[in-house]
């Protein structure tokens, strides 16, 4: 058997991570014939049945057992989508207690994850449970997760856009790398090569990129300029 593939999928709060895990899902095991499933969130569930959201020493225990939950789904599926990871705890560790001591372990099984996929800012926020803060921090989160995302060399590409829009962006980033598999359906492939037959020689894709190679270039581009004026 092929070993599972781990998509990770983290974002700040309200960016449709969950809606996505399982909506993607269920869409790569039409598609593919691929024992696919989707982890959900531990946090979500911590806080409801204890009424609070955690304390500073029980953040470890938190990304632990997201993680033992994703490896032991890794264990019975081939393809597995995660709301979430212990990147996310680690983030949060920082945002709320100042703690950064999660980080090496996360981002030591970040490194496991075949891809990444980061959800956009683009959805409006919506409270949903204790684990929210609320809308102010979903710029400093996602500043974070960038930062880790890129200085750890990850493999990682940004989703966006509304409802349908959404979920495609996700099956596009997957769908590479899954090329090499045999699956026992071949719909996703089918479908891929029909959308880049009807694709033009060249696409200019700056203005909705969901490449981070070409948003980091930008950027680098950007700060190279206003060096040079200063």
Known sequence: M????????????STG???LAR???ERLAQATGLRCTWVPELLRD????????????EQVGIAAEQARRIDAAALQHELVLCDTTPLMTSVYSEMVFGDTSLYPAALAWQQRCALTLLTALDLPWVADGLQRDGPHVREPVDALLRQHLIGQGLRWSLVAGLGEARVEAAIDAIAPLLRQRAMPRDGLFTRLAARDAAQPAWLWACEQCDSPECEHATQRLA??????LE
Request: charged content about 15%.
């Open 2 to 13: 092929n070993e599972s593939l781990i998509i990770a999928i983290v974002g700040a709060e």
């Open 17 to 19: 991570k969950t809606q």
């Open 23 to 25: 909506s993607a899902c």
């Open 46 to 57: 911590w806080c409801a049945q204890r009424g609070r959201t955690p304390l500073q020493h």
């Open 223 to 228: 700060r190279a300029a206003a060096q040079g």
